[in-house]
């Protein structure tokens, strides 16, 4: 009996497993075919059938996307604006998200329930307009002010460091005001440590949807120098009047390399991130 629900459980899993790497291939399967196409020359992407695999290796493609459009420049911008946009988020978020979980104050749960309000806000449409004349009024645009400071500021990221702070127990934080430290100590020295999980996570997130921007960028910068790399990607769409298909894939990969890197290097951060806030409700 014993036996039998031994291999009925390895049966499972072995499903599971391949199940998993089906699904996986699925999803990677535009990527894996960009990469491919990338690499491929201009005769090689239009032959039929297609092939899934370049003869060789036509590092031509890398070349003429970074000489086409500034790519190296565009890179650059959206490293220093997904950097910093991620850094205020997290500092913003967490600030806000400690206040609401740890302290108690006259509207509290007015200015919490306004706050989740606006996650249902599509801010990109809705605030474009207004948020565009107010850089304008402040000599931001074609700045990099115009394009970070915008979006220093979360409500998701508010509510996730909330509902984080709220499952460590409040013994932690009775035991540090009997020791002396101050709210701030508290949150430096106790708070932060236990939260680098949900941090690196919230990082990761944060990362790729500044990485990912698109409409403000192309709004708020008039000048070639300011742009991001994902307009470039559309600027290098629109240099290719012939739909030389490996040339734009090269440039696809060169803007998605950076995410790619940036999850490898925090994913067990990330993983652990879902799977305490699964844990903990």
Do not use: C
């Not at 801010?123 to 220093?152: C, D, H, S």
């Not at 090269?250 to 890197?261: D, E, K, Q, R």
């Amino acid at each position: 009996m014993a036996s039998s629900i031994s291999k009925r459980k390895k049966t499972n899993l072995i499903l599971s497993e391949i199940t998993l790497i089906i699904i996986s291939l699925i999803i990677m399967a535009p990527v894996l075919l960009a990469l491919s196409m990338s690499f491929m020359k201009p005769t090689e992407v239009y032959t039929f059938p297609p092939k899934l695999f370049p003869s060789s290796f036509h590092w031509q493609n890398y070349v003429e996307a970074l000489q086409l459009v500034n790519l190296g420049r565009m890179l650059l911008n959206s490293a220093i604006v997904a950097f910093f946009i991620t850094f205020g988020k997290l500092v913003t978020g967490t600030l806000a998200g400690y206040a609401f979980a740890n302290f108690q104050f006259k509207g509290k749960n007015i200015s919490f329930m306004i706050l989740f309000i606006t996650l249902f806000l599509p801010a990109e449409t809705v605030m474009i307009l207004p948020l565009f004349l107010i850089m304008k009024q402040f000599g931001w645009i074609n700045t990099y002010y115009a394009l970070i400071i915008p979006f220093t500021a979360s409500a998701t990221n508010a509510f996730l460091m909330r509902q984080h702070f709220l499952t460590i127990p409040k013994e932690l934080s009775d035991a540090a005001k009997i020791d002396g430290a101050t709210s701030m100590q508290y949150f430096w020295r106790i708070l932060l440590p236990l939260s680098k999980s949900m941090l690196g996570g919230a990082a990761l997130i944060n990362f790729v949807y500044a990485w990912n921007l698109y409409l403000w960028p192309l709004i708020a910068t008039m000048d070639d120098k300011m742009k991001t790399v994902q307009i470039g990607v559309k600027m290098l769409i629109d240099a290719e009047a012939s739909n030389n298909w490996g040339t734009i894939m090269a440039g696809t990969m060169i803007a998605l390399i950076p995410t790619l890197i940036i999850f490898f290097a925090i994913q067990n951060l990330f993983v652990k991130s879902l799977v305490s806030s699964g844990l903990k409700g």
